[in-house]
C-alpha cells in the first residue's frame, strides 16, 4: 500500500474523543473524557487546523483566559514535508501576537498567585517561536493525524517504522517511541495497523521518578517493572485522506501506577 495527498481543495471534518483512567495504589482513580469537532482544509502541501471551542461559559477567571487561548489556537496553519507529517506552523507569529495581548489585558489585574504562575510558565513557551511550534506539532491528535506514513511503502509482510515523541501522556514528559505499521487493507478499504513501543532512548528511571513526585507512596512496595503498550489503526479514503483512526495505550508501573488511554478520530 502506498499513498499520496490529493492536491485538491478537501475539507474533512472529524469528531474526536479521547478517554484515559489513571489508577495508582494509593490514591482514588482519577476519569477524564474530551470530545471535540475539528475541520481540516488539505491543500495540496499546505493544510489549514480548525478547532472548536470547548469551554462555551465563563466560570472564572482562568476559565475565561482558557477561552480566549482556545480562540488563539482555533485556527492553524502548517506546511506538510512530503509524508505528510508536520514541517512548521505558517502563522505561528500571529499567534504570539494575540497572546501577547491576552497577557497584557489579563495578567495585572489577576490576584490569585497561582493562576498568576500558570500564565507565567506558559508565557515561557508562547514567547519562544520554536517552542510554541513544537507543542503546536504534537499538540492532542496532530502527531495522529500527520504521523507522516505518505509516499512510503506499507508492506503486509514487513512494518513500517517510524520514531516519533508521544506527547500528552500522563506525567507530561516526552516519551520516544517506535510505530511499526503494517498493511491491514482489504478489497474494500485501504487500511494501516499499528503497534506501538517505547524507543531504545527512553529513560525509564526518570519516567518513574517523575510519576512518583506527582504520587508519592507512603507504602514500603517495591516498585516494578515498566511496561508500555500500544495498537491500533487507520482507514483512509478514495483522496488517501484519513477516514477513522483508534489508538488505544496502556502504561504500567508495576505497584504505582496503571494509566489507560484511548484516542477516537471519525470523520463527520
Not at 492553524?76 to 501576537?97: A, H, P, R, Y
Not at 498567585?113 to 506558559?122: A, M, R, V
Request: with cysteine.
Amino acid at each position: 500500500m502506498k499513498l499520496n495527498y490529493s492536491n485538491e481543495n478537501i475539507l474533512k471534518k472529524y469528531d474526536i474523543k479521547f478517554k484515559e483512567s489513571i489508577i495508582t495504589s494509593e490514591y482514588s482513580e482519577e476519569k477524564n473524557e474530551l470530545e471535540i469537532k475539528i475541520e481540516i482544509e488539505y491543500k495540496g502541501d499546505q493544510i489549514s487546523f480548525f478547532i472548536e471551542s470547548e469551554l462555551k461559559e465563563e466560570e472564572g477567571r482562568l476559565e475565561s483566559i482558557l477561552e480566549q487561548m482556545n480562540k488563539i489556537f482555533n485556527k492553524i496553519d502548517c506546511k506538510l514535508d512530503k509524508n505528510g507529517q508536520i514541517e512548521t506552523v505558517t502563522n505561528v507569529e500571529e499567534m504570539m501576537k494575540k497572546w501577547e495581548n491576552l497577557r497584557k489585558e489579563n495578567f495585572f489585574k489577576l490576584k490569585d498567585e497561582n493562576i498568576k504562575e500558570f500564565i507565567f510558565k506558559l508565557n515561557r513557551i508562547m514567547n519562544n517561536r520554536y517552542k510554541l511550534i513544537e507543542m503546536i506539532k504534537r499538540f492532542n491528535v496532530m502527531p495522529f493525524l500527520f504521523l507522516g506514513v505518505y509516499n512510503q511503502e506499507i508492506k503486509k509482510s514487513s512494518p513500517l517504522r517510524l520514531k516519533r515523541k508521544f506527547y500528552n501522556v500522563f506525567p507530561l514528559i516526552n516519551i520516544p517511541i517506535q510505530y511499526e505499521i503494517y498493511d491491514g487493507s482489504t478489497e474494500k478499504e485501504k487500511m494501516g495497523k499499528f503497534i506501538l513501543k517505547e524507543d531504545e532512548g527512553f529513560d525509564r528511571r526518570e519516567y518513574v521518578k517523575q510519576v512518583l513526585e506527582c504520587y508519592p507512596i507512603k507504602s514500603e512496595h517495591k516498585i516494578g517493572s515498566f511496561d508500555l503498550k500500544g495498537e491500533g489503526y487507520c482507514s483512509f479514503d478514495k483522496n488517501d485522506l484519513l477516514k477513522e483512526m483508534e489508538l488505544k495505550l496502556v502504561i504500567e508501573v508495576k505497584n504505582l501506577i496503571n494509566y489507560k488511554c484511548t484516542y477516537e478520530i471519525k470523520e463527520r
